[in-house]
């Protein structure tokens, strides 16, 4: 059935209340701005990578997604009749999200590329899979990696969703990286955009990119 513009714009406000208010249950936090440091970063690449500059965070916090529930409207409808997923959906996205955000961000300098990689496969897509082992392997990072010793701990928190489609996601997630190396132990956060795609195999992650180059 086609809407009007009047009930578009009613049903769009009605859909941001509910996903703020499915927020509650699905985030445990939020994190705050910055980036992780390339040099503890297992990428250098500006779409598929930490950048070089970071703030400091509290630390990295668990991620736990609860399941997600109907949210009624004041008029007895759930807004699930209207969005292209289910609550089911958005779970099972979230989920596959976060356990990527942890594969993502927790490495060692002792992993070469294909015992990171194999952390990924089936969290990410074949597309997306070969850009991350180039980013992890680049000459520079993997030197500086190494050099120091470096070892990261890490993991994500979903901030909110920036958009969605008829099987896809796109979610704001804080990645947090803790950072022990020969040099000073470094915490850091930024936000970031995940996108995650729905297959018969489930959800997986095709690309991320920072949050801030999606608003540009």
């Given at each position: 059935?086609?809407?009007?513009?009047?009930?578009?714009?009613?049903?769009?406000?009605v859909v941001?209340?509910?996903?703020?208010?499915?927020?509650?249950?699905?985030?445990?936090?939020?994190?705050?701005?910055?980036?992780?440091?390339?040099?503890?970063?297992?990428?250098?690449?500006?779409?598929?990578?930490?950048?070089?500059?970071?703030?400091?965070?509290?630390?990295?916090?668990?991620?736990?997604?609860p399941a997600?529930?109907?949210?009624?409207?004041?008029?007895?409808?759930?807004?699930?009749?209207?969005?292209?997923?289910?609550?089911?959906?958005?779970?099972?996205?979230?989920?596959?999200?976060?356990?990527?955000?942890?594969?993502?961000?927790?490495?060692?300098?002792?992993?070469?590329?294909?015992?990171?990689?194999?952390?990924?496969?089936?969290?990410?897509?074949?597309?997306?899979?070969?850009?991350?082992?180039?980013?992890?392997?680049?000459?520079?990072?993997?030197?500086?990696?190494?050099?120091?010793?470096?070892?990261?701990?890490?993991?994500?928190?979903?901030?909110?969703?920036?958009?969605?489609?008829?099987?896809?996601?796109?979610?704001?997630?804080?990645?947090?990286?803790?950072?022990?190396?020969?040099?000073?132990?470094?915490?850091?956060?930024?936000?970031?955009?995940?996108?995650?795609?729905?297959?018969?195999?489930?959800?997986?992650?095709?690309?991320?990119?920072?949050?801030?180059?999606?608003?540009?």
């Open positions: 059935m086609e809407l009007t513009t009047g009930q578009q714009r009613l049903l769009f406000f941001v209340l509910a996903l703020a208010g499915l927020g509650f249950y699905l985030l445990d936090g939020r994190g705050s701005g910055g980036s992780p440091g390339a040099a503890s970063s297992p990428s250098a690449t500006a779409s598929s990578a930490p950048s070089a500059t970071g703030t400091a965070s509290a630390g990295v916090p668990p991620a736990t997604v997600a529930t109907p949210v009624s409207t004041a008029g007895g409808a759930e807004i699930y009749q209207w969005l292209p997923f289910t609550p089911d959906d958005l779970s099972a996205a979230a989920k596959t999200t976060l356990e990527f955000a942890t594969a993502y961000t927790t490495w060692s300098y002792t992993e070469d590329t294909t015992a990171y990689a194999a952390k990924l496969n089936g969290l990410v897509t074949s597309d997306e899979l070969p850009v991350l082992e180039s980013a992890y392997a680049t000459q520079g990072v993997a030197a500086q990696r190494t050099g120091q010793k470096q070892v990261s701990k890490g993991s994500g928190t979903i901030d909110s969703i920036r958009s969605f489609a008829a099987g896809t996601i796109t979610f704001l997630v804080t990645l947090n990286q803790q950072v022990t190396s020969t040099q000073p132990t470094s915490t850091q956060s930024g936000q970031w955009a995940v996108t995650v795609l729905s297959s018969a195999g489930g959800w997986q992650v095709n690309d991320i990119e920072l949050a801030k180059l999606g608003n540009s």
